[in-house]
């Protein structure tokens, strides 16, 4: 059993995960709530949002990020592209720029952006924006919890150094085995390697759909 110091993670589905700190605030990893099919119906009314993480632009991550941005002002935090394109929104929320290797503190969460190999677009009105490269987060909360969730992404080689960070615990979403992504199910004859056992984090706190 995972001791998360106080702090809550919620699953909505998918790669969305809700984090809530010992104080109360609370953040999104990938906005994909209410048009989440994958969501329960109980979760699709957020009460608050301090803070919104973006590992990358494609629909079934941000899907619901404008609304939730109009309707909370969170601080949202992506990487550089996709924070221009979130700027010309005009949503009112603060939007922060971030790039890999970087970290910042948003409220109670200190984040930084990891790298992730996958493809990066925003769907706006029929155009395809590019968005930057995608990432992923390592997240510290309070009380020294620190979670990793990968975004979408292949399996690469840094992920390995993580089991290294002591108390790091995975998100563990990994897509199903397609085109787009390998999944931690799909192990190629002579490669018995996979998502899980390159990050062997101490505990699981998520789920794989
Ligand atoms: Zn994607």
Redesign the pocket.
């Known amino acids: 059993m995972v001791n998360l110091k106080g702090n809550k993670i919620t699953y909505f589905g998918h790669s969305t995960f809700g984090l809530t700190t010992p104080s109360g605030q609370f953040a999104i990893i990938d906005p994909f709530v209410m048009s989440n099919p994958r969501c329960p119906e109980n979760l699709k009314k957020l009460a608050r949002l301090d803070a919104i993480f973006i590992?990358?632009g494609?629909t079934?991550?941000i899907g619901d990020l404008l609304p939730l941005a109009k309707q909370f002002k969170p601080k949202i935090v992506a990487t550089f592209e996709t924070y221009l394109w979130l700027e010309s929104k005009k949503t009112g929320a603060q939007c922060l720029p971030g790039n890999k290797g970087g970290s910042q503190k948003v409220g109670d969460f200190e984040i930084t952006m990891t790298n992730a190999f996958?493809?990066?677009s925003i769907e706006d009105n029929g155009e395809r924006i590019y968005g930057g490269e995608?990432g992923g987060y390592i997240v510290k909360l309070p009380g020294g919890v620190t979670l990793y969730h990968a975004?979408?992404t292949a399996v690469f080689g840094d992920m390995k150094p993580r089991r290294e960070a002591r108390h790091t615990h995975a998100l563990r979403h990994f897509?199903d085995a397609d085109r787009?992504?390998r999944s931690v199910a799909r192990r190629d004859k002579g490669d018995r390697r996979s998502h899980s056992s390159r990050i062997e984090s101490r505990g699981i706190a998520g789920l794989r759909s």
């Open positions: 590992t990358h494609h079934d991550h996958h493809s990066n995608a975004g979408d897509p787009n992504t």
